[in-house]
């Protein structure tokens, strides 16, 4: 599917609003994504935003990768953090102020602290895992276990990593997100963020052996997209804010 950007949809990121929320080190990210039909998915998106769509489908993504330098509202990395795994499934949305964002179905971590913190205070599916990653030359791979909640669901994506590649308007559409949407304490709540554009890769898929996307009761249509591998970006996170209320200005 070729198609072409729509109108108004940002290929870099506007100002971050301030405070800073948190900073934090994408690496090593693999993106796959199967097409899907909206009508059958729009159910799972909370008051307020929809499925985004493009030319007529919208996309639920499997995304493995590492993060590193997680800051907290101050510009210093923790130091408990390190560098630890993540895997997660996002689908595709917009809001009625044309903000285009995902919407996290699950987020598979290795880090236990994380899940309670987040599941409450933002709403995000956070989940607990056994994770781990090799590389060995060209090809990666990222294998996750479930712990906990909905223990043994099981992840295995393994990619050779390829020639770099100029998005089309599709991948870029997939991958310049600004935000995430997510629902908690009865609202719909919008968390900007911000980070340079990927530079991307062409990804071979080795192995695909997944539980993740089903579980997050997803049905995809057809075959995956080809995949994509991108060495990473900084990226930062504003506070959040209420849908229909006004962001906090500088």
């Known amino acids: 599917m070729s198609g072409s950007l729509p109108a108004g ?24 994504h199967w097409r899907v039909d909206p009508d059958a998915v729009a159910a799972l998106f909370p008051p307020g935003t929809r499925p985004d769509v493009f030319d007529g489908a919208t996309y639920v993504g499997l ?29 595709y949305s917009v809001d009625d102020d ?7 179905r699950s987020l598979e971590t290795s880090r236990l602290a994380v899940v ?27 294998e996750s276990h479930r712990r906990l909640p909905r223990r043994g669901l099981h992840s295995l994506v393994s990619v050779d990593v390829g020639a770099a ?14 935000g ?12 900007p963020n ?22 997050a009761g997803v049905t995809t249509v057809g075959e995956p997209l080809p995949a994509l591998y991108s060495p990473g970006v ?6 959040p804010t209420a849908l229909g209320r006004d962001p906090v200005q500088p």
């Open 180 to 191: 995430a949407h997510t629902r908690t304490m009865g609202r719909t709540w919008w968390v």
């Open 116 to 142: 309670p913190v987040t599941r409450v205070g933002l709403g995000t599916p956070y989940t607990w895992a056994r994770m781990r990653s090799a590389r060995t030359g060209d090809r990666l791979t990222y």
């Open 234 to 239: 900084w990226a930062r996170f504003g506070r």
């Open 63 to 91: 995304v493995p990768f590492a993060m590193s330098d997680v800051a907290l509202g101050a510009p210093w990395s923790i130091p408990y953090f390190g560098r630890f795994l993540e895997t997660n499934v996002r689908l």
């Open 9 to 32: 949809f940002a290929t870099t990121a506007p100002p971050l609003p301030r405070p800073v929320f948190t900073r934090q080190r994408w690496s090593d990210l693999v993106f796959l």
């Open 194 to 215: 911000e980070h340079p554009p990927f530079d991307l890769f062409s990804a071979d898929v080795v192995t695909l052996d997944d539980d993740l996307v089903t579980a």
């Open 165 to 178: 590649v100029a998005p089309t308007p599709l991948q870029t559409w997939l991958t310049a997100r600004r």
């Open 98 to 104: 044309g903000r285009h964002g995902v919407l996290f």
